[in-house]
Structure formats: structure tokens, C-alpha cells
């Protein structure tokens, strides 16, 4: 390379050098920008189907431009994989008919500026309901035939809604169960147990989908006790046996299965943790079993090293109840085999050692021939309902006593806990009983309120529902 | 020298750059009509087919297997003809055992499925015959992929395709993959009990008429009680080919 060469290439790259240098006095042409607030008069919204969306919008802005905004509502469904989204309008002010399903759904408006292009946007959430889309369901059974009514959380009552969208058919006369209504992967399965039938309905509109044998790969002879959902676990009784199915699965036909073999008849109550799955107790060999719903199998429980307070899988006595307590804890109520003594056992069935207590109850009247059981969440206390009253046991202090004492002559028909599963925040949440009556040929229901002691709020109840027919079973339907 | 080359430097390297700009124009496929053996990844028998008339109807003397096929490059304005042939010092089965049937690619097609008609003869129910196929020049197309394994994401091909053809119950492919979680080990005795349990005698788990665990989970506990009833009726347990006793995993 020549000298004049490298001269030329050495100019340029001072050049270069020198020009990065150069100052950047920093002239150029600011404008302020168009400064915009959208303002809407409703945030957070709640639909009850069938109606429309009215959101008006207004838009606060420090240069307003006679080229205006362009506008776009859309709904998303919260939480839905894969996003779903739904333009609802383009105007400045929204008005649309919601046809979507019940749900969370959150409303963006979107307010683009003609002049800049700038674009600007505000998020409300949106509850789409139905009048059916939380509340306690109520089955009253009327001349031989059932149906459902609802009391919404605002104390509205809906009559004979089953009926009024199934075209007038009824549910079979001793229709007793509807299973605690869970929601897994953005569906809401609510099953409906007669004696010799079990339905599926929709969550929205309670439509009738699907009959007895469409469960089953081989369907039993019809004789359906329960039906557990949990996560994707699903569990079904009947006549003692157990027919499961993993939802944890590839997409496909996937229906209940054969029961685990084996000579087993199942006691219908419902433990499940996350980490054991469903913890059975079979009545025949008087112990504990885990049960695989994927592979529709029963395990028994190891025996643990050293001596226990009692073993999960050689109880020896006869269950008269069990149920979650604060979880994973579980709580077992039993009677021995001369139906004579009580007892309550404490356990972890998660654990290598699962036994935490065992309690023989000295003084429990009314217990051995109870009817209806509600367990607490928080406290060591079992609910239960003989004749016309309703006790409290108290595990640790081995007593039990009324609580509430209906009049004389009335039937107790059924008894729940108040769970909200949408809403776990809620204050009443696993503190609220509902109680359901028959008293003098009327159907009620009794909220009652638990304190901090596990007794009812001021010894009673604190609203009353009047008007069913003869009640055979509350639920609480959570939003999905 | 060094003065010259900084003319020569500079034209190239605009040229090069000018030459960097220009659009390029899509190639089309220029290599000569090909076709072959088409593996889908998914199917359990994308390598090779067990045909055995053991799991057909007594009555059934013959049937017809189909292999997928694709071609190398463009479809044709017209049908055109695939000329298949059996590798004779890799094959034990005789034409009596197989008929090649006509094999052609329709116009306008880029698939086709070679048809072999295999028939039921006597001596299939002690021998498996293997049958191994090439794909040989024709008029129309030249061997495609001589041999290409497929993955999840693209199916494999060849040129040869091995066909095995007996008349006795034939372990399924998919047994020690799939089946066994449900049915445990292969014997004779258990496979035939299965499909008389199920009424079925492929168990797929891809494809589109795949089976699900919860359907496989139930043929399982089906034959499992099955065996059950069956024990206890005979008073003894049923044992394989093998005098092993046949046990299932589910209960």
C-alpha cells in the first residue's frame, strides 16, 4: 500500500473520529404531545345473561383534534388458553348483546389517536352470570318428581329451574345428591344423583348432557351413591364400588373405568389431597386404601415402624363419618364393632408415620345414630344432626352438645358447609352452615353463621328461606 | 502491483455489492420424477408390516396390505405408473403368497398407496414368509430416498419395504412399547385371549384411530377380570404357551 494511500484512509478515519465528536446542539422540532385519560362510568361489571353491554366512554385530552379517535371494544376470556378475544364494538360508546358463556372476562377499549396514531387503551374486568351462576341449589321433591331451585347470594329464589329448561321434565322422585360442584381447566361439572340415575347438567343453564351409561367404558348396574371431583381426579361410588378417570390425559375418548378388583364396598366419603389423590376407606376390610385413578387401582397403606396410635391399613372398626380438616389433615370417625364405643382419628395420609391423634369420645349423645355430618375446616370440631338438633363434638374435649334445637317435630334433611370456591376470601367461607328443614309440610333453608368458638353466631341462625317443597339436598354452586 | 490491485479491489467489491441486491428467484425442482416408501412417525408399522391371518376370519383366504408412497417433485397432468418388484435373495415368500397389484399415481396427486394382495396358504401357518419390496425405475419415476428415518417432526422414506406374512398369532409391534403397560408380557395364549376379551387385535397408540389410556386401561382391567372368572370357573390358571401363568397388571 502506497503512503498516499494510507494518508487518505488515516484522513478518513479522523474525519470520522472528529464528526462523532461534534456536538448535537439539539434543535430539532418539539411538539408536545396529545396528553389522553379514558374515563369510563362503569369499571367493573357484572352481566347477568340474557342482556347487553352499555360502557360509555369519555376521553380527557390536552390537544383535541377534529381528526378524533378510532375505537375498539374487545372481550377477552380471563385466563383462557388459547386466548379467545371478541370485538364488541367500534364506536366511542359501547353497546353489545353478550352471548358468551358464564365467566371472568376482562373489556379493553382501545382509543387510537387519527391525528398521531398514537394509541391508548383502559382494561375492566367483566363477570358474565346467569341468574344460576352462584347460589345454593336446593332438589325438592313434589308428586313423585324432583327438581331444582336456586337461592341466589342475594336471597332471590328461581323455582323450578332444572325443569323450566329441560322442557318440563322433572328429575327422578328421590333425587338425593348433587356432588360438590367443582371447576377444573375452565369446565364446571355439575352431576345429579337419583337412585338409579346420575346426570350430567351444564353449569349455565342446568341442560340436561348426558345420561347414566354414557359414563361408563361398561356401565354397572345402576345403583350411584357419589361423585368426587378433584384437580383431574375424578372419582365415582357406586354400590360401593369405584369408577375413576384421570383427566391428566391426552385429548380422546376418556370415560369412567371398571372398578379396582377385589372384594371392597366403599364408605361414600370424600378425603383428597394433593399429594396422595383420594384416600378410600373400604368397609369390608375396615381399613384405609389409596386409590390410582389412572390406572382405577387401590393401594394399602404401609405399615409404619415402631407402634402407632393406630394403623391406616388395619382400623377394625366400623366408619360412621370422615372428612378433611384443615388439610391435609383428615379426620375419622368411628364406631367399634359392638357399637358401643366412639372414636375420632387425626391423620395425615401424606406422611410416612400418618397418624397425629386418636380420641375416644366419652360423651357424645346422639352420635352413634347420626344422620348428617358437616366437619370443620379449622377447628377440631365435627357438626351433626340427630332428630330435630344439631351438635357440635369437640374432639379434644371429647364432648358433644346441641348447638341448635329446631322445633319439635321437624325432619333435618340435609346439612353443608358453605365453601365458595371461586371466592376463598370470602368471610363465610368454611364458616357457614346451611341447614335444610321439614317442618310442617314446608321446605326451608337456615343459614347459621360459625363463630370464632365453632358455635353457631348468637346461638342461631341468621336467615331463613321459606316455600320449598320437601328438600332432599343442598349444594352451593361457586362461580366457574 | 499493489497500485493495480486497488483497481481491481474496487470494481469487484461494488460489483459484489450490487450483485448482493438483487433479488433471487425461486428454484424449482430440477432433479428427475422420484417416489418412495413414505414413514409416518407416528404409525408403529412405518418400517415394516407383520400381516397375520391369525387375527382375520377363518373364511378369509385373502387381503390386501397398503404402504404409503410419495413422490419427489411435482404432480403430473396425468396417471403414472410405479413399478414395484420383490427382492428375490431377500424374500422366503413365493409369488403363490403375493400379488403384487398395479400401483399408479393419479394426476394431480402426490401420494398413492402400493396395494400387495397377500393369500392365506398352508404353509403360513408354521413358516412367516418375508416378503422384502423394492421400488424399481419405470417410465415414470426413479427410486426416491434410499433411506431416511423419520422424527417427530418429518416423516422418513426408502426404497425397500419388508413385509413379514404368517398365519399364526404374531407379537404386535407395539406390544413391548405400548401394550404391555396394560396387558404385561407377550405370550401366544394371552395375546388370543385379549382379542377375544376386546374383540380387537391392533391396540394403536398414534394415528388417527389411536387408543386412549383410559380405553387401554379398561381392555386391560376387562381381560384382568375376564381371567379372573375364567381361573376360578376351571378351578387351575391359565398358562401360556410356555406353561407360565398369565397374569395382567391392572386390578
Not at chain 2, 441486491?21 to 404409525?43: G, R, V
Request: aromatic residues 12%.
Amino acid at each position: 500500500m502506497t503512503k498516499y494511500s494510507i494518508n487518505i484512509i488515516i484522513c478518513t478515519l479522523a474525519a470520522l473520529v472528529l464528526a462523532s465528536c461534534y456536538k448535537d446542539k439539539g434543535n430539532y422540532d418539539y411538539r408536545q404531545i396529545n396528553e389522553v385519560i379514558l374515563k369510563t362510568d362503569r369499571e367493573t361489571i357484572n352481566v347477568i345473561l340474557p342482556d347487553s353491554l352499555k360502557v360509555n366512554l369519555t376521553i380527557e385530552q390536552t390537544q383535541p383534534n377534529p381528526a378524533g379517535f378510532s375505537f375498539e371494544w374487545v372481550l377477552y376470556l380471563s385466563g383462557g388458553t388459547p386466548l379467545q378475544r371478541r370485538v364488541l364494538d367500534t364506536t366511542q360508546n359501547l353497546k353489545a348483546r353478550i352471548t358468551e358463556l358464564p365467566g371472568t372476562y376482562y373489556l379493553m377499549v382501545y382509543a387510537r389517536d387519527r391525528n398521531t396514531g398514537v394509541e391508548f387503551q383502559k382494561r375492566l374486568n367483566v363477570s358474565v352470570l346467569t341468574p344460576y351462576s352462584e347460589g345454593w341449589m336446593v332438589v325438592e321433591e313434589n308428586n313423585g318428581a324432583c327438581d331444582i331451585s336456586m337461592i341466589s347470594p342475594v336471597d332471590t329464589i328461581f323455582r323450578n329451574i332444572y325443569s323450566t329448561t329441560n322442557s318440563g321434565e322433572k328429575l327422578p322422585a328421590g333425587t338425593f345428591r348433587i356432588p360438590e360442584i367443582k371447576t377444573y381447566n375452565g369446565d364446571q361439572k355439575i352431576y345429579i344423583i337419583s337412585p338409579a340415575d346420575m346426570i350430567q347438567v351444564t353449569y349455565a343453564d342446568f341442560r340436561k348432557l348426558s345420561t347414566f351409561n354414557e359414563f361408563f367404558w361398561e356401565p354397572p348396574v345402576p345403583k350411584p351413591q357419589e361423585y368426587f371431583v378433584n384437580s383431574f381426579d375424578d372419582m365415582m361410588l357406586n354400590d360401593g364400588k369405584i369408577h375413576s378417570r384421570s383427566l391428566n390425559a391426552p385429548a380422546g375418548l376418556n370415560k369412567l373405568n371398571l372398578p379396582p378388583s377385589g372384594n371392597h364396598y366403599i364408605a361414600p366419603y370424600e378425603l383428597y389431597t394433593s399429594s396422595t389423590g383420594y384416600v378410600v376407606f373400604d368397609t369390608v376390610s375396615q381399613s384405609f386404601l389409596k386409590l390410582n385413578t389412572s390406572s382405577s387401582s387401590l393401594t394399602p397403606f404401609p405399615t409404619p415402624a415402631g407402634t402407632r396410635l393406630f394403623y391406616l391399613n388395619n382400623i377394625g372398626k366400623k366408619l360412621l363419618y370422615a372428612e378433611l380438616n384443615a388439610n391435609p389433615k383428615c379426620y375419622a370417625y368411628f364406631k367399634n364393632n359392638n357399637d358401643d364405643s366412639l372414636f375420632a382419628y387425626g391423620f395425615n395420609p401424606s406422611v410416612t408415620n400418618p397418624d397425629l391423634d386418636k380420641t375416644e369420645i366419652l360423651n357424645s349423645p346422639g352420635l352413634l345414630s347420626a344422620k348428617l355430618f358437616v366437619g370443620s375446616r379449622f377447628l377440631p370440631h365435627l357438626y351433626y344432626v340427630n332428630g330435630h338438633q344439631i351438635y357440635k363434638l369437640d374432639i379434644p374435649a371429647k364432648t358433644a352438645a346441641p348447638i341448635y334445637t329446631f322445633a319439635a317435630g321437624t325432619e333435618i334433611r340435609a346439612m353443608k358447609m358453605y365453601r365458595n370456591l371461586k371466592t376463598t376470601t370470602d368471610p363465610n367461607n368454611n364458616k357457614l352452615i346451611a341447614v335444610a328443614t321439614h317442618e310442617n309440610g314446608e321446605g326451608k333453608v337456615y343459614y347459621f353463621p360459625i363463630s370464632a368458638t365453632g358455635n353457631f353466631t348468637n346461638n342461631t341462625y341468621s336467615k331463613v328461606f321459606t316455600g320449598f317443597n320437601k328438600i332432599n339436598e343442598i349444594t352451593f354452586k361457586s362461580l366457574r | 502491483m499493489v497500485k493495480h490491485l486497488k483497481h481491481i479491489y474496487l470494481p469487484v467489491f461494488l460489483i459484489l455489492l450490487v450483485i448482493a441486491c438483487k433479488k433471487s428467484e425461486l428454484t424449482s425442482y430440477t432433479q428427475p420424477d422420484m417416489i418412495y416408501f413414505y414413514k409416518d412417525h407416528y404409525l408403529t408399522n412405518k418400517d415394516s408390516i407383520v400381516y397375520s391371518f391369525a387375527v382375520k376370519s377363518n373364511s378369509l383366504q385373502a387381503d390386501t396390505i397398503r404402504i404409503p408412497m410419495r413422490i419427489m417433485g411435482v404432480a403430473a397432468g396425468h396417471d403414472r405408473s410405479v413399478h414395484i418388484q420383490a427382492v428375490a435373495d431377500s424374500s422366503t415368500a413365493s409369488p403363490e403368497h403375493y400379488t403384487i397389484l398395479p400401483t399408479t399415481v393419479k394426476a394431480g396427486e402426490f401420494t398413492t398407496n402400493l396395494s400387495l394382495l397377500v393369500h392365506r396358504k398352508a404353509d403360513l401357518k408354521t413358516n412367516e414368509l418375508r416378503l422384502l419390496l423394492e421400488i424399481a425405475a419405470s417410465e415414470d419415476f426413479l427410486p426416491g430416498v434410499y433411506h431416511s428415518a423419520s422424527s417427530p417432526s418429518m416423516g422418513g422414506g426408502s426404497v425397500r419395504f419388508p413385509v413379514r406374512i404368517n398365519d399364526y398369532l404374531t407379537k404386535p409391534l407395539n406390544w413391548d412399547t405400548f401394550m404391555t403397560f396394560y396387558f404385561g408380557s407377550y405370550s401366544q395364549v394371552k395375546y388370543k385371549l385379549v382379542i377375544d376379551v376386546t374383540g380387537r387385535t391392533e391396540f394403536p397408540n398414534s394415528g388417527d384411530d389411536r387408543l386412549t389410556p383410559s380405553e387401554m386401561t379398561y381392555f386391560g382391567k376387562a381381560c384382568a377380570y375376564y381371567l379372573e372368572e375364567y381361573n376360578k370357573t376351571n378351578g387351575t390358571k391359565l398358562t401360556d404357551e410356555t406353561g407360565q401363568e398369565i397374569t395382567f397388571p391392572l386390578l
